[in-house]
């Protein structure tokens, strides 16, 4: 087997451990599987799109490659701002819909079929905004570099492993150590002790929303940078998140970026040894792996 | 002229119907009993395929071509679709109630692989032709084969109709609403709530298998294009618009929405340049989903009003209990 | 009305009506006043709105009408999470602590309602004060006992030093020896100057140590005096156990 498959799947593990996060913190807080947080990767991928864009329209040397990689500052500057932006999002979602039938005490599964309808919605807005015509944030080419034992990775590539990796520390360091992070464990455990014991829960909420969107923002941003940018890109990843977030063990945010590792280099291997045309079947047998032999998942609580 | 016209209302509406039996398939798992299924058209590809694949006259490049009758295809069909959704009851009805949504959006992603690239039994791509149609001697005349596959579908959804109806008043029927409508009761009265679910489940999505194969029939071929997750969709937002728990009601959501789903489709063709069209049907697409929230949010019983059996005990869950306790 | 006239009462509820469901009050027209200083008991049989007349009061039942003030401040709509801010600490009966976080982490996200300067000296004070917790502040909370468990309810709760602690049936689960000392550490709470408002179902030992007792039946007050004087007043075991239930229970009979 060619070793490049393991930095194939890595690189692929990366971003759906970051979207993975999402979902697993949305999931633990909000309690219910949020079907539509993949449109939250498409969106943030398409929001960094027009507004780098944007950019390049007003300065031109902002296009202009910063050496090695692909892109220019009109990238990074519009992420900041896609980042903002998708958050955003989230929040008008919450607030229109998500918001209201929590307020009336609906059953888990209505949320979950809200949002089922908000993901087909969003989506098709995207495609009706920018067609479903694939779409790149560069046309500038890249050499990978050799990094030795076979492998190889683009400038591109490797930065957003390492960006990947600064999010998932910060992240875990944001839940473990402070006091909004300590906030979220203790809604996630009991909403209506945190509510007596002092604690915000509609704030909670809503940093969850915006942190969860910002990850996904991030995640659909590198996946538009690595592989292309197309209406579909956050719902082909969003059984590979589920996946991810159920091994990984709902509302744990170590477990989840393991397991988008483990998702991540199955499928390369799966592309290896079956072909490619079945990659999009490994989470699910991953899945029914992990309800069959352990469905908590790798560090959830029993529940 | 108007014999044409009526050649197609006939079709339209045995086309619509098609769609009935699987809103009668998700009435039975989500209104009778909650199951959220996301996975309908993996059910009903399921269905479709299997049926093809027993009736159709043999092929060289292709396994089955079994050459039997149709009614067999559609027996193998519900045979096929209800234990897929057997096996994914079983593995997650036990878990948290979303964990079967995941798992039937799986296996949707799935089957779609599976008749995408299992080309020797499913023809890939391409799909499978040449499916035997009902009446097929009479498709010479448009007139009476449409009028004649409008009968039979007719007598396929009232035969559902009438044996779901009974199922729903039977004893089976009443321990489901009984589970429903408190899960600690029903248990401490001997019935076994992951039981009685399971076997809904399995019931809606034999269902499902069957409708896929009747549609599969009524066409006459089968392509993966025609079950993409937005079939999944649609059938929600006939039962949802018919109003969930009532059979009646999903039938007659399955002819409004497919009547106002081909009517926007007839208009996009017709009015908008062909370059747009595309992005005249995504549109189409948000209605549905924006149309979907909006009735969670403002009639959660249905635009048709209440069901007899509706899922209303589930939006309030304190109500029954409290009313004893103020009596 | 009882309680002191001459001072503002440290709780007050009016014409209270709460539950639930809107159409269906549990809570029906309850009127007390609860003086500064005063251990207070709330009695009455299964079912009679003990629990939900103080969810209500913290804030976790919705109120549909009448008003609950503390220290003169009407508090009625105030949420629930800014009602410890304001002096008002509510202890529920079960699942009271976090598990998955640490004791530390409990303490630490109580006091996260101080400002920044007072919080490590208010957990340290607490620590002082229940010298249990402070051997393994980095245990998670689910590891705890029973007994201890309910110190630690008890030490989130006093982490603002309030005035007014309301305790949901503290005794619930517990064996005999750790109720009599949890009751005794509600009593120096209450000897150091804190309200608190009790609701038990163990009549005999929440009399022993409550300055006055207020019996509720069907949302409304039935019956109340000095706790001294209902321990051996028939009238309690009549209102508690319902006319036509047998008679001759004593009112010690203590609930599981």
């Known amino acids: ?303 | 002229m108007s014999l044409d016209i009526l050649a197609y209302g006939a079709f339209f509406l045995t086309m619509a119907l098609t769609y009935a039996i699987m809103c009668l398939g998700l009435n039975i798992q989500w209104g009778q009993t909650g199951l959220f299924n996301v996975g309908i058209a993996a059910f009903v590809a399921i269905g479709a395929y299997v049926s093809a694949i027993l009736t159709t006259p043999e092929t060289p490049d292709r396994f089955g071509g079994f050459d039997l009758p149709i009614v067999v295809g559609w027996l193998g069909a519900s045979i096929a679709a209800g234990l897929a959704a057997w096996l994914v009851g079983a593995l997650t009805i036990r878990l948290r109630s979303d964990y079967l949504a995941i798992a039937t959006f799986g296996v949707a992603v799935s089957v779609q692989l599976c008749v995408l690239n299992i080309q020797p039994l499913t023809g890939g791509a391409f799909g499978v032709g040449f499916i035997p149609r009902p009446f097929g001697s009479l498709a010479g005349n448009p007139l009476t084969f449409s009028l004649a596959n409008l009968a039979l579908t007719a007598c396929v959804v009232l035969g559902l109709y009438l044996a779901l109806e009974h199922l729903t008043k039977s004893p089976w029927g009443r321990v489901l609403r009984a589970i429903r409508e408190d899960e600690v009761a029903a248990q401490a009265l001997g019935k076994r709530p992951i039981r009685f679910r399971l076997q809904a489940f399995t019931i809606g999505g034999a269902i499902m298998g069957l409708a896929g194969a009747v549609q599969g029939h009524f066409i006459g071929f089968i392509a993966p294009d025609n079950y993409l997750p937005i079939l999944t969709f649609q059938v929600w937002a006939m039962l949802i618009v018919g109003g969930s728990g009532n059979n009646r009601g999903a039938i007659l959501g399955a002819v409004l929405v497919w009547g106002l789903w081909a009517l926007t489709a007839a208009a996009v063709s017709a009015f908008v340049p062909p370059e747009q069209q595309a992005r005249a049907s995504s549109l189409q697409i948000v209605a549905i989903g924006v149309g979907l929230c909006l009735i969670l949010l403002l009639r959660p019983r249905g635009i048709l009003g209440e069901g007899r059996s509706s899922i209303a005990g589930r939006f309030k869950p304190k109500s029954k209990a409290q009313q004893k306790f103020k009596e | ?256």
């Open chain 1, 1 to 303: 087997m060619n070793p490049q498959f393991l930095m194939d799947g890595l690189i692929a593990g990366a971003m759906i451990g970051l979207g993975a996060i999402g979902v697993t913190l949305t999931y633990s807080i909000l309690r219910f599987a949020n079907f539509a947080h993949g449109e939250l990767l498409s969106w943030g991928a398409y929001l960094a799109m027009a507004v780098s864009g944007a950019l390049g329209m007003l300065s031109t040397t902002l296009v202009k490659p910063i050496a090695p990689f692909s892109f220019g500052w009109s990238l990074p500057i519009a992420a900041v701002i896609a980042i903002l932006l998708t958050g955003l999002l989230a929040l008008a979602v919450d607030a229109l819909l998500f918001g209201r039938l929590r307020r009336r005490g609906s059953a888990v599964i209505i949320l979950v079929m809200a949002s089922f309808g908000a993901s087909l919605a969003l989506r098709s807005l995207l495609e009706f905004i920018f067609t479903s015509k694939p779409a790149y944030y560069t046309k500038a080419l890249q050499i990978a570099v050799k990094l030795g034992g076979g492998l190889r990775a683009t400038p591109d590539q490797l930065l957003s492993l390492g960006l990947t990796l600064v999010a998932v520390i910060a992240i875990h360091l944001l839940m473990t150590r402070t006091s909004i992070g300590r906030s979220m464990r203790a809604v996630s455990e009991n909403p209506a002790l945190a509510g007596i014991a002092g604690v915000d829960v509609r704030k909670v909420i809503r940093v969850v929303w915006f942190l969860g969107a910002a990850l996904a923002c991030i995640a659909g941003i590198m996946t538009g940078l690595l592989v292309q940018i197309r209406p579909y890109l956050g719902h082909d990843l969003l059984l590979p998140l589920f996946a991810a977030a159920i091994l990984g063990g709902i509302g744990s945010v170590p477990g989840a970026m393991l397991a988008g590792l483990i998702v991540g280099l199955s499928e390369a291997a799966a592309v290896q040894l079956v072909g490619a045309e079945w990659r999009a079947a490994v989470s699910f047998v991953i899945l029914v792996i992990v309800l069959l032999v352990r469905p908590r998942g790798l560090f959830g609580r029993a529940a």
């Open chain 3, 1 to 256: 009305m009882s309680g002191s006239a001459s001072t503002t009462p440290a709780l007050e509820m009016r014409a209270l009506v709460a539950g639930y469901e809107p159409d269906l009050p549990i809570v029906r027209g309850v009127n007390l006043s609860v003086a500064p200083g005063e251990l207070l008991v709330l009695l009455g049989p299964n079912g009679a709105g003990k629990s939900t007349l103080v969810k209500a009061i913290a804030g976790v039942v919705p109120i549909h009408s009448g008003s609950v003030t503390l220290a003169g401040r009407d508090i009625t709509h105030v949420p629930a999470h800014r009602k410890i801010a304001q002096g008002l600490a509510f202890v529920p009966q079960t699942e009271n602590i976090f598990a998955t976080l640490s004791i530390h982490e409990n303490l630490q996200l109580a006091a996260a309602v101080l400002p920044k300067q007072l919080r490590a000296d208010r957990i340290k004070a607490l620590y002082e004060r229940f010298p249990d917790l402070a051997t393994a502040p980095s245990r998670l909370a689910g590891a705890l006992s029973g007994g201890q468990r309910q110190m630690l309810a008890v030490a989130r709760a006093l982490i603002v030093d309030p005035p007014v602690v309301i305790l949901d049936e503290p005794s619930a689960g517990l064996s005999p020896k750790i109720v009599s000392e949890v009751f005794e550490m509600l009593q120096q709470i209450n000897a150091a100057g804190v309200t608190v408002i009790l609701v038990e179902q163990n009549v005999k030992a929440a009399l022993k140590i409550a300055s006055r007792a207020v019996i509720l039946v069907e949302g409304q007050i039935r019956h109340e005096g000095a706790a001294a004087s209902l321990l051996d007043d028939p009238i309690v075991a009549k209102l508690y156990l319902g006319t036509g239930h047998a008679q001759n229970h004593s009112v010690g009979a203590e609930q599981p």
